[in-house]
């Protein structure tokens, strides 16, 4: 009997007997799975050419698994009604997705953890083209460099976009926008980079549907299109560990939101073993038309690529540190911050690490941390040679691996330092602890803060240098105090906080956080 590591994938196929005109409508094909404690759990297999369907399934018990088929055409006997087994063991290899299992909410719905508890901290890379793009051996190299820089999951597109596609053979997932007519080859070039970024211990984070504009599949496609094409990559990559971004860069307010909620509840009132979430376009607020769908998860938004002060005050005073306290309580994630290598929308200068740095650090302050997405321009493109980027006014762009060891993808690994060296689970946003705020007149020298609710720690990011004036009636003193350099990752000691009216000045201009309390 074949054995399969618990919260790995067991695969199989089976052989249709009969041909269809258009398999991806005419034959439906589910599994229902059984473990030996009579847990069922049922998948969709998927069409994957000719007369071949088939499934991918990740067990969640060890022991004894038993499958049955059951096919809307029941009259395909090799594909209805048939049977078999595998047994399901611990896994033992060193790969921490496989050893935690697959990342969910936490109890306090704050933050995500991982099946056996421990937190998962979201540190994602936006590689939007690089599955698609991609040669399997740059990729591999990629991924290499990511999990090697502390990253945590890579954000991809899954079909083609901006009504173009980006798969170098020049195919397409799909033809069509009604009844459209599947192609499995494109799919089957993408599965094993899917696969990659889970064996290299980085969650996969596809895009299913982008949806810009009106050439997008998100908004292009027929509703029934749309929901049936987000089932069948559910099938296919949804045994692997995912968390599903269901839309990407779209408008969903209003009256846009009923047709994603639609195709949610429909693809994911029928499996919802991962997480689910939206991703807007930039500096747009759709939380309201989503809390309380059943199958979104978490707050993705956008912040964006402005610089102006109007752009920099939504993130610090908008929605992103406002939304986090309604109910039901969601994790928060700035999915697309400040790129690195992208000309401002305003300043028309291209983001550097500085930047990218206070967004990301604003972004984990402002709301419960959970994470934080980096991003940079050769890598989202993923261009071979320096070329402009399709659909986007950017310049030329510079090959792939030029964006590998930026100095902001640098920081980011240093960011993660500092936040794995503290319960960041436990951190809330706590502006009321500064008696000073210079970003009230100018929005680039914002100050952000968070506290544990205990008052035993504190962290306190300055962008630009300066000083911090405290009034911390809330923290448990006294705390030592020390600051972190988050170019660098080095700790200068900065004395203590005996009493609570204190001030500390950074050591120079540049951004500083300063720590107030025990790390690690």
Not at 61 to 75: H, I, P, Q, Y
Not at 346 to 355: L, P, V, W
Request: charged content about 25%.
């Amino acid at each position: 009997m074949e054995q399969v590591g618990l919260w790995m994938v067991f695969e199989f196929a089976l052989q249709g007997s009969k041909d269809y005109q258009n398999p991806f409508w005419d034959q439906t094909v589910r599994i229902e799975f059984t473990s030996a404690s009579g847990k069922k759990r049922t998948v969709e297999a998927f069409w994957d050419g000719g007369r071949t369907w088939r499934v991918r399934f990740s067990p969640d018990e060890t022991g004894k698994w038993f499958w049955r088929s059951r096919a809307l055409d029941a009259n395909d006997g090799r594909l209805d009604l048939q049977e078999g087994s595998f047994q399901s063991v611990p896994y033992r290899g060193k790969n921490t997705l496989y050893q935690r299992g697959p990342v969910g909410l936490s109890k306090d719905r704050r933050h995500f953890v991982h099946a056996d508890g421990t937190p998962f901290f979201w540190l994602a890379d936006t590689a939007w083209n690089g599955v698609l793009r991609a040669d399997p051996n740059d990729w591999q190299e990629y991924l290499r460099t990511r999990a090697l820089q502390q990253f945590t999951a890579i954000q991809f597109v899954s079909t083609q976009w901006r009504g173009l596609s980006k798969d170098p053979s020049g195919e397409k997932a799909y033809e069509g926008d009604e009844h459209i007519r599947l192609n499995p080859a494109f799919f089957q070039r993408l599965d094993g980079k899917v696969a990659a970024i889970n064996e290299h211990g980085l969650v996969a984070a596809p895009v299913i549907l982008w949806a810009v504009n009106d050439k997008e599949p998100g908004f292009k496609l027929a509703e029934a299109d749309a929901q049936r094409l987000t089932s069948y990559i559910v099938a296919r990559w949804g045994a692997h560990q995912v968390i599903w971004i269901l839309g990407g860069d779209g408008n969903y307010r209003g009256q846009r939101a009923e047709r994603w909620k639609r195709i949610g509840r429909a693809v994911f009132g029928e499996r919802h073993d991962r997480l689910v979430t939206m991703h807007p376009n930039g500096q747009s607020s759709y939380t309201q038309e989503f809390r309380g769908e059943p199958w979104f998860d978490f707050i993705g938004y956008q912040s964006g690529h402005g610089s102006s002060d109007d752009h920099l005050r939504w993130l610090i005073e908008g929605p992103p540190a406002k939304e986090w306290k309604d109910t039901p309580a969601l994790p928060v994630v700035n999915l697309e911050p400040n790129y690195e290598k992208h000309p401002s929308y305003h300043a028309k200068k291209q983001f550097t690490d500085h930047e990218v740095r206070r967004a990301a650090y604003w972004s984990l302050l402002l709301a419960p941390p959970a994470g934080v997405t980096y991003g940079c321009n050769p890598i989202w493109v993923w261009p071979p040679k320096p070329e402009p980027a399709e659909g986007h006014n950017l310049g030329i762009i510079d090959p792939w691996r030029t964006g590998l060891d930026l100095p902001g993808a640098k920081c980011m690994s240093i960011l993660r330092k500092l936040f794995e060296a503290l319960p960041w689970w436990d951190l809330r946003p706590a502006q009321g602890i500064l008696a000073e705020q210079p970003g009230t007149a100018a929005p680039r020298l914002f100050i952000a803060a968070a506290a544990t609710e205990d008052g035993t720690i504190a962290v306190v990011y300055t962008p630009e240098g300066g000083r911090i004036a405290l009034n911390a009636l809330a923290l448990k003193l006294p705390l030592p105090a020390r600051w972190f350099n988050p170019r660098s990752g080095e700790w200068t000691d900065a004395g203590g906080m005996a009493e609570a009216k204190a001030s500390f000045n950074a050591p120079d201009g540049n951004d500083w956080v300063l720590v107030l309390g025990g790390v690690k």
